[in-house]
Nanobody, 121 residues
Framework: QVQLVESGGGLVQAGDSLRLSCVAS????????MAWFRQAPGKEREFVAL?????YYADSVKGRFTISRDNAKNTVYLQMNSLKPEDTAVYYC?????????????????WGQGTQVTVSS
């Protein structure tokens, strides 16, 4: 069992930066694909970025967001730069160990509670 706890959300202005953190419990963190998803009001949850042997990003955040991980601290980060109002959403951290580069939320077994990011124009 893996527990995920996100932090770092908040209210910022367009163009600002924010860094999200997700701390995972468990001893095998380094073997998990870690990902960030987000869900805006009235929309379905969507993939943002993942970290496994390499990183992969949704087109909408490529060049602005960076996912990184510190396996010694069981932590994955999402550095978000040049934020836009359309980035407003609840951001979720997720983990899975059976489908290396999956961007499909159905393949993720463990989820955090989410952290709100609001970008004002």
């Amino acid at each position: 069992q893996v527990q995920l706890v996100e932090s770092g959300g908040g209210l910022v202005q367009a163009g600002d930066s924010l860094r999200l953190s997700c701390v995972a419990s468990g001893r095998t963190f380094s073997t998990y694909t870690m990902a960030w998803f987000r869900q805006a009001p009235g929309k379905e949850r969507e993939f943002v970025a993942l970290s496994t042997r390499s990183e992969y990003y949704a087109d909408s955040v490529k060049g602005r967001f960076t996912i990184s991980r510190d396996n010694a601290k069981n932590t994955v980060y999402l550095q978000m730069n040049s934020l836009k109002p359309e980035d407003t959403a609840v951001y979720y951290c997720a983990a899975q160990s059976h489908s290396l580069y999956s961007t499909d939320e159905r393949n993720y077994d463990y989820w955090g509670q989410g952290t709100q990011v609001t970008v004002s124009s």
